[in-house]
């Protein structure tokens, strides 16, 4: 397993793609944070009533601005995790990993463990740029930025744990849909716009408003304990353990799912 790691290691850092898809992470994370703060808390300026949306207090509005790099950035780490293993479809280097190392199990386990580290430096980078300008933008308007309160590290800190979480989901993902295009399409609509329009339509029919809550990206948020949907009324968050152990659910059933299929294929 040592040597299934350190190879896994190594494809990982070896190719441009971890940074660039870093340092997108970063910018869209800051961006939007930085956004939503400005728009939140220049409210009253803008034509609203208050900083905060109704039924939100000034806590849960920084706690939602900082968790917007789960709410909208989790779709990197997920990227890079599927990239783990469809770039090596893609390019066929799977025979060379698979012929080395006959313990197809071993190497699906070694990809989900070796992304890990770098999903967690994506979930410590993108929450410090959400972080950065959200609070920026707070302290502009003479908002309260909470960062004084350890609670809302604790948020925080939940927040780079989903967006670890995340990447192992991507293996999972990638291991059960290998198309490289058809798994990073998949993923980009689910993510920005299939997701979001059923939190939304879910979190208006009272009978299912629950179901919303496990979806992944709420089990995401749920984890940093606010959400930028479920503040426009879009159903109400799992605890932050239980939405852990969802998004951890995902990424094994999906993973469970391509060791059977994908990883249990001849080669050719």
């Known amino acids: 397993m040592t040597a299934a790691l350190a190879s896994e290691w190594r494809k990982l850092l070896t190719t441009r793609l971890w940074w660039v898809l870093l340092a997108c992470m ?35 509005m920084a ?29 066929r280097t799977i025979d060379t990993t698979v012929l ?11 990809k989900m463990i070796a992304v890990l580290p770098m999903a967690a430096v994506y979930g410590v980078a993108g929450m410090a740029g959400a972080v950065a300008t959200g609070a920026t933008g707070l302290l502009v308007a003479g908002s309260p930025t909470y960062l004084d309160d350890a609670s809302m590290w604790g948020s925080i800190g939940m927040g780079v744990v989903a967006l670890t979480v995340w990447g192992f989901v991507g293996v999972g993902l990638g291991a059960a849909v290998p198309h490289q ?9 689910w993510t920005q716009l299939v997701e979001p329009i059923l939190r939304l339509v879910l979190g208006l029919i009272e009978p299912l408003a629950g179901v919303a809550a496990y979806l992944p990206g709420a089990a995401g948020d749920a984890m940093v304990g606010a959400s930028f949907y479920s503040s426009t009324g879009a159903g109400d968050l799992l605890a932050p353990w239980a939405g ?8 094994a059933v999906a993973a469970v799912i391509g060791w059977l299929t994908t990883f249990r294929r001849d080669l050719t």
């Open 244 to 251: 852990f152990a969802v998004l951890l659910a995902y990424g």
């Open 100 to 110: 080395a190392d006959p313990h197809r199990g071993r190497i699906i386990t070694a």
């Open 63 to 91: 706690a939602t601005i900082y968790g917007l790099a789960v709410s909208f950035g989790y779709v990197f780490p997920a990227i890079l995790g599927a990239l783990a293993v469809t770039g090596e479809v893609r390019h």
């Open 181 to 189: 295009v058809a798994v990073i399409v998949a993923l980009i609509g």
């Open 26 to 60: 970063i910018a869209g994370a800051a961006f939007m944070a930085g956004i939503v703060a400005f728009s939140f808390a220049f409210a009253d300026q803008l034509g609203g009533d208050s900083a905060a949306p109704p039924g939100m207090d000034d806590r849960s």
